[in-house]
C-alpha cells in the first residue's frame, strides 16, 4: 500500500472508533472495498462481523437481564 493510501486507511480507522458500532461496522466495510489490498480487507471485513456479533451478544444479554424476574 503506497503511503497517501495507507494514510486515508489509518485516518479512517482512527476516526472510526469514536463512531456508534452500527456506523463503524458500515465504516469498516466501506473501508475494506477502498483498500482492495489481499491481506486488509478480509481484516477490515471481520472487524466489522466480530463487532456487530459482540453488540449483537450485548444486546441480548441485556434483553435477557431486563426480562428475569428477581
Known amino acids: 500500500m503506497d503511503n497517501p493510501h495507507r494514510e486515508v486507511v489509518e485516518f479512517v480507522l482512527e476516526q472510526a472508533a469514536n463512531q456508534p458500532i452500527a456506523k463503524r461496522s458500515r465504516l469498516y466495510r466501506g473501508l475494506a472495498l ?37
Do not use: W, Y
Not at 480487507?41 to 428475569?68: I, S, V
Open 34 to 70: 477502498f483498500a482492495g489490498d489481499d491481506l486488509l480487507a478480509p481484516q477490515l471485513k471481520q472487524m466489522a462481523a466480530d463487532l456487530e456479533a459482540a453488540d449483537h451478544r450485548c444486546r441480548e444479554f441485556a434483553f435477557r437481564f431486563a426480562n428475569t424476574k428477581p
